[in-house]
């Protein structure tokens, strides 16, 4: 463990996102492998950790002998300039390595505002942003995820782009690379080597070409290669992940275990990039799916089952797999949630069961307040398609609406506009009274490329904020309330989903200028792009405008398969409201991605046994009898005792009460729960300690309805089932816990230890009044009725021993031998801190 960043993360807000200590990671030995890969997400760990495609390439990589991977994701502000202030590169989460150590830096494309979170991971890991500015001994540089299909803004940061699925590539990338080192070659070696790899895009192989007014002309080739074309994968079944899934310690955007049920979606909806640059759909089958989930659960103690999808509802075996996964999973408390479901898709069985999963909301997405509009776009649905399902999701006991529209769409027009308000009411009298309520979210639209619409305008931010205000004027009632997206954020997204390699100068004057995390509203600061965009002399509007018929795309040298002219249909058809029907049951399209012999549209025949009830009981225990009482259980009280060390210290204490409890559904624990529409585990933990303390003497009481047989035992799965820093030395039958003063002790390593004399004088004082700072206002504080003693220990440490009394103020070990030693700022923040013993203080009588 690198020791100064040790020092440095228990400074940092959520120093969890950096522990590297999550359940199921993987840690190889640096020197038993030949090719090292480190993957980097460009955003928080909360939503890197989210990412699905992460974790699968994570796994595919570590499961080869000779290869390993880590994971990084982009440091909080305040990381960052910790790094910075102390000269520090940025790190993997598994060994702390330097990331210029690795051989390859894979980083995820997954939304053009994070670009500017690109530069700092480069910056931090002490690589040049460019491409031509590194050499042999610097990591290759290779990207992949949806914006690499429109990647020519950050091109010049990548040695290379992988477009489309990555399971099979990533091993071959990995590869080509591996046998580069072994043989040798020179970086224009190891790029052209990696070029002929399917779905392999080497930017400077590529050039972008001008007229004299700066007006983009085409991609020059220059190393004979054509038109770089996307890789997909065949058998979604065949690249199931069989690893155990990794388990965060800290609470994510989606924390829960993701399932991908199927890959691709033929809706056809004229806008989505999606739809377009994951065809064909390939389904899982029901059987495989279930396997995951019973596997994940197990493995990973989540409390809740998501199945993922573009489209979930068009799964084609839904109803019977979530009849069988809802079966299997409601006693043990997992809710099974499907984040992604579409109107129409949305039988009354399949509603029932999500009944069963006590959502509070439930999202519909319309896109356009109009039929018309909508018959544009390709939605395939109706008003009355939309009213008749929010009848039933209210009927069925749902109080919240959410929609989903956006503005600008191609046609659309001021009634189309004013339709929105106006199907949000319908919806919310759908709900016939009551305390219904409907939530209306809008977007700008922009236009992405590899869609049918990629050559339209984008609006205005001004026409932007006037539709928005359009709409939000015709909401009424405080049940029917709007939520609008930034347009100037949806200005900027557009400005690099369709830009060329120029907004690369753009991104690094923007980055220097401080612009970071700009998908996150709080951090977004447009004036600062307006400023940079000037420095550069470039106008940002100009990205924005409709795009010929006969002018060339920054990206269409990047082929996701589908045929230009059927785009070019596609819009002829748009504009004559004509629908396209869905290939997966309507029969080939002729979009040209299925050769229909080796690739083709991979869709399952349902079993209609899969929706047999589980025999064991489809429903979770009964809290209640049937008379409304609730059911007596026996109680067994045990206490475990248990250590939290090394990066386990930096777990805040709500954090560590999610480790245990997952820690318990693995272990699969008979425990109490308590009543109430949200019932929780009966489960108590120790007083919670300063944020990196480590301990030796932590305790958590837990309530169980049957007696454990063998403690021994319990403890040896309960240590298989906690992280990395956690271990438990003891389990007993619990008596009744101490409730008055105790009297904790505490080591502390210090870079300067205080002597004798020192401690004596300070044992000495009658008072040791100290101003210290409690939820961020000043506090007078007398130290001396807290200490009980001070000495220096014989390996060099000093010993301090505190009372803690109940409903008292209290002092932190390193704050008090702060106050009463004047440590430096340096000094305390490389004081370690383990917590020793803590023991009931009984006072005893003469």
Same mark, same amino acid.
């Given at each position: 463990?690198?020791?100064?960043?040790?020092?440095?993360?228990?400074?940092?807000?959520?120093?969890?996102?950096?522990?590297?200590?999550?359940?199921?990671?993987?840690?190889?030995?640096?020197?038993?492998?030949?090719?090292?890969?480190?993957?980097?997400?460009?955003?928080?760990?909360?939503?890197?950790?989210?990412?699905?495609?992460?974790?699968?390439?994570?796994?595919?990589?570590?499961?080869?002998?000779?290869?390993?991977?880590?994971?990084?994701?982009?440091?909080?502000?305040?990381?960052?300039?910790?790094?910075?202030?102390?000269?520090?590169?940025?790190?993997?989460?598994?060994?702390? &390595?330097? !990331? $210029? #150590?690795?051989?390859?830096?894979? *980083?995820?494309? @997954?939304?053009?505002?994070?670009? =500017?979170? %690109?530069?700092?991971?480069?910056?931090?890991?002490?690589?040049?942003?460019?491409?031509?500015?590194?050499?042999?001994?610097?990591?290759?540089?290779?990207?992949?995820?949806?914006?690499?299909?429109?990647?020519?803004?950050?091109?010049?940061?990548?040695?290379?782009?992988?477009?489309?699925?990555?399971?099979?590539?990533?091993?071959?990338?990995?590869?080509?690379?591996?046998?580069?080192?072994?043989?040798?070659?020179?970086?224009?070696?190891?790029?052209?080597?990696?070029?002929?790899?399917?779905?392999?895009?080497?930017?400077?192989?590529?050039?972008?070409?001008?007229?004299?007014?700066?007006?983009?002309?085409?991609?020059?080739?220059?190393?004979?290669?054509?038109?770089?074309?996307? &890789?997909? !994968? $065949? #058998?979604?079944?065949?690249?199931? *992940?069989?690893? @155990?899934?990794?388990?965060?310690? =800290?609470? %994510?955007?989606?924390?829960?275990?993701?399932?991908?049920?199927?890959?691709?979606?033929?809706?056809?909806?004229?806008?989505?990039?999606?739809?377009?640059?994951?065809?064909?759909?390939?389904?899982?089958?029901?059987?495989?799916?279930?396997?995951?989930?019973?596997?994940?659960?197990?493995?990973?103690?989540?409390?809740?089952?998501?199945?993922?999808?573009?489209?979930?509802?068009?799964?084609?075996?839904?109803?019977?797999?979530?009849?069988?996964?809802?079966?299997?999973?409601?006693?043990?408390?997992?809710?099974?949630?499907?984040?992604?479901?579409?109107?129409?898709?949305?039988?009354?069985?399949?509603?029932?069961?999500?009944?069963?999963?006590?959502?509070?909301?439930?999202?519909?997405?319309?896109? $356009?307040?109009?039929?018309?509009?909508?018959?544009?776009?390709?939605?395939?649905?109706?008003?009355?398609?939309?009213?008749?399902?929010?009848?039933?999701?209210?009927?069925?006991?749902?109080?919240?609406?959410?929609?989903?529209?956006?503005?600008?769409?191609?046609?659309?027009?001021?009634?189309?506009?004013?339709?929105?308000?106006?199907?949000?009411?319908?919806?919310?009298?759908?709900?016939?009274?009551?305390?219904?309520?409907?939530?209306?979210?809008?977007?700008?639209?922009?236009?992405?490329?590899?869609?049918?619409?990629?050559?339209?305008?984008?609006?205005?931010?001004?026409?932007?904020?006037?539709?928005?205000?359009?709409?939000?004027?015709?909401?009424?009632?405080?049940?029917?309330?709007?939520?609008?997206?930034?347009?100037?954020?949806?200005?900027?997204?557009?400005?690099?989903?369709?830009?060329?390699?120029?907004?690369?100068?753009?991104?690094?004057?923007?980055?220097?200028?401080?612009?970071?995390?700009?998908?996150?509203?709080?951090?977004?600061?447009?004036?600062?792009?307006?400023?940079?965009?000037?420095?550069?002399?470039?106008?940002?509007?100009?990205?924005?405008?409709?795009?010929?018929?006969?002018?060339?795309?920054?990206?269409?040298?990047?082929?996701?398969?589908?045929?230009?002219?059927?785009?070019?249909?596609?819009?002829?058809?748009?504009?004559?409201?004509?629908?396209?029907?869905?290939?997966?049951?309507?029969?080939?399209?002729?979009?040209?991605?299925?050769?229909?012999?080796?690739?083709?549209?991979?869709?399952?025949?349902?079993?209609?046994?899969?929706?047999?009830?589980?025999?064991?009981?489809?429903?979770?225990?009964?809290?209640?009898?049937?008379?409304?009482?609730?059911?007596?259980?026996?109680?067994?009280?045990?206490?475990?005792?248990?250590?939290?060390?090394?990066?386990?210290?930096?777990?805040?204490?709500?954090?560590?009460?999610?480790?245990?409890?997952?820690?318990?559904?693995?272990?699969?624990?008979?425990?109490?729960?308590?009543?109430?529409?949200?019932?929780?585990?009966?489960?108590?933990?120790?007083?919670?300690?300063?944020?990196?303390?480590?301990?030796?003497?932590?305790?958590?009481?837990?309530?169980?309805?049957?007696?454990?047989?063998?403690?021994?035992?319990?403890?040896?799965?309960?240590?298989?089932?906690?992280?990395?820093?956690?271990?438990?030395?003891?389990?007993?039958?619990?008596?009744?816990?101490?409730?008055?003063?105790?009297?904790?002790?505490?080591?502390?390593?210090?870079?300067?230890?205080?002597?004798?004399?020192?401690?004596?004088?300070?044992?000495?004082?009658?008072?040791?009044?100290?101003?210290?700072?409690?939820?961020?206002?000043?506090?007078?504080?007398?130290?001396?009725?807290?200490?009980?003693?001070?000495?220096?220990?014989?390996?060099?440490?000093?010993?301090?021993?505190?009372?803690?009394?109940?409903?008292?103020?209290?002092?932190?070990?390193?704050?008090?031998?702060?106050?009463?030693?004047?440590?430096?700022?340096?000094?305390?923040?490389?004081?370690?801190?383990?917590?020793?013993?803590?023991?009931?203080?009984?006072?005893?009588?003469?």
């Amino acid at each position: 463990m690198n020791s100064e960043i040790d020092a440095l993360l228990p400074q940092v807000r959520q120093p969890s996102r950096y522990g590297g200590n999550e359940l199921h990671v993987v840690k190889k030995a640096w020197d038993s492998v030949s090719l090292r890969m480190v993957l980097a997400f460009p955003d928080l760990y909360e939503l890197g950790m989210s990412h699905q495609g992460l974790q699968i390439l994570y796994h595919i990589v570590n499961a080869q002998k000779d290869m390993l991977a880590e994971r990084v994701y982009t440091p909080d502000r305040d990381l960052e300039e910790l790094l910075r202030a102390h000269r520090l590169p940025l790190f993997s989460l598994e060994s702390q &390595r330097p !990331l $210029a #150590d690795f051989d390859i830096l894979g *980083i995820t494309l @997954p939304y053009e505002l994070c670009y =500017t979170n %690109i530069l700092t991971i480069l910056a931090l890991a002490g690589l040049p942003f460019r491409s031509a500015e590194r050499s042999a001994a610097h990591p290759l540089v290779i990207g992949g995820g949806p914006c690499a299909f429109h990647p020519e803004p950050v091109a010049d940061f990548f040695d290379a782009i992988l477009l489309g699925d990555g399971e099979e590539a990533v091993l071959e990338m990995a590869e080509a690379v591996r046998l580069g080192k072994e043989n040798g070659e020179d970086r224009p070696a190891l790029l052209e080597r990696l070029s002929r790899i399917e779905g392999v895009y080497v930017p400077s192989f590529f050039a972008p070409e001008y007229d004299g007014n700066g007006n983009f002309l085409g991609m020059r080739t220059l190393s004979g290669t054509g038109q770089v074309r996307r &890789r997909i !994968l $065949a #058998d979604l079944e065949g690249a199931s *992940i069989e690893q @155990p899934p990794l388990v965060p310690l =800290t609470r %994510i955007v989606h924390d829960r275990l993701g399932l991908e049920i199927a890959r691709g979606c033929t809706r056809g909806c004229r806008f989505c990039q999606a739809g377009m640059i994951y065809r064909p759909v390939r389904e899982r089958t029901p059987e495989k799916i279930f396997a995951m989930a019973e596997k994940g659960i197990a493995e990973g103690g989540f409390e809740e089952l998501a199945l993922l999808s573009l489209s979930t509802g068009d799964y084609s075996c839904l109803s019977e797999l979530l009849v069988r996964l809802m079966n299997r999973f409601a006693k043990e408390h997992v809710s099974v949630s499907l984040p992604s479901l579409r109107v129409g898709t949305l039988t009354p069985a399949i509603m029932e069961q999500i009944k069963r999963v006590r959502k509070t909301g439930f999202t519909l997405a319309p896109e $356009a307040g109009s039929d018309r509009l909508r018959r544009v776009i390709n939605k395939g649905i109706t008003e009355e398609d939309l009213l008749s399902t929010a009848e039933a999701a209210f009927g069925l006991g749902w109080k919240l609406i959410k929609l989903y529209f956006m503005f600008g769409l191609p046609t659309e027009t001021e009634e189309d506009v004013a339709a929105i308000p106006a199907l949000a009411q319908k919806v919310l009298k759908a709900g016939r009274g009551g305390n219904c309520r409907v939530n209306v979210s809008a977007a700008t639209f922009v236009p992405k490329p590899h869609t049918v619409f990629e050559r339209e305008p984008q609006l205005s931010m001004a026409e932007g904020y006037a539709r928005m205000d359009a709409v939000k004027k015709r909401l009424y009632g405080k049940n029917c309330t709007m939520k609008r997206n930034d347009p100037r954020m949806s200005f900027l997204e557009g400005v690099f989903s369709r830009g060329d390699r120029r907004l690369s100068r753009l991104l690094e004057e923007a980055w220097q200028r401080g612009a970071r995390m700009d998908a996150w509203s709080e951090h977004f600061d447009l004036t600062r792009w307006q400023e940079a965009a000037a420095a550069c002399g470039l106008e940002l509007e100009h990205y924005l405008r409709r795009r010929e018929v006969d002018e060339p795309l920054p990206w269409q040298h990047l082929g996701v398969g589908v045929r230009d002219d059927f785009f070019a249909e596609e819009y002829g058809k748009a504009l004559r409201e004509e629908y396209t029907p869905d290939c997966r049951v309507h029969g080939c399209q002729q979009c040209g991605v299925c050769d229909l012999k080796t690739l083709k549209p991979v869709v399952h025949r349902c079993k209609h046994d899969d929706a047999v009830p589980d025999p064991a009981g489809a429903e979770a225990p009964p809290a209640e009898s049937s008379s409304g009482k609730p059911i007596l259980r026996p109680h067994f009280l045990y206490k475990l005792t248990y250590s939290r060390l090394n990066n386990a210290r930096l777990l805040s204490h709500l954090e560590l009460l999610q480790v245990f409890f997952r820690a318990f559904n693995r272990a699969k624990l008979p425990l109490n729960f308590s009543q109430g529409f949200n019932p929780t585990p009966k489960v108590s933990f120790s007083p919670a300690l300063p944020l990196g303390t480590e301990s030796l003497a932590e305790f958590v009481l837990i309530d169980l309805f049957e007696p454990l047989a063998d403690l021994g035992a319990f403890v040896k799965e309960m240590n298989r089932q906690l992280p990395e820093g956690l271990f438990v030395s003891q389990a007993v039958l619990a008596g009744k816990e101490h409730a008055g003063t105790m009297l904790t002790t505490y080591h502390l390593r210090l870079a300067r230890l205080p002597v004798q004399e020192e401690l004596d004088r300070v044992m000495a004082q009658e008072s040791l009044p100290v101003v210290v700072m409690r939820k961020g206002l000043e506090r007078q504080l007398d130290l001396r009725p807290l200490l009980s003693g001070l000495r220096l220990t014989e390996e060099g440490q000093l010993e301090l021993s505190l009372f803690n009394a109940p409903g008292q103020p209290g002092g932190k070990p390193v704050e008090v031998a702060a106050k009463l030693f004047a440590l430096s700022e340096e000094e305390i923040r490389r004081a370690r801190v383990v917590k020793i013993a803590s023991e009931p203080y009984v006072v005893r009588e003469n």
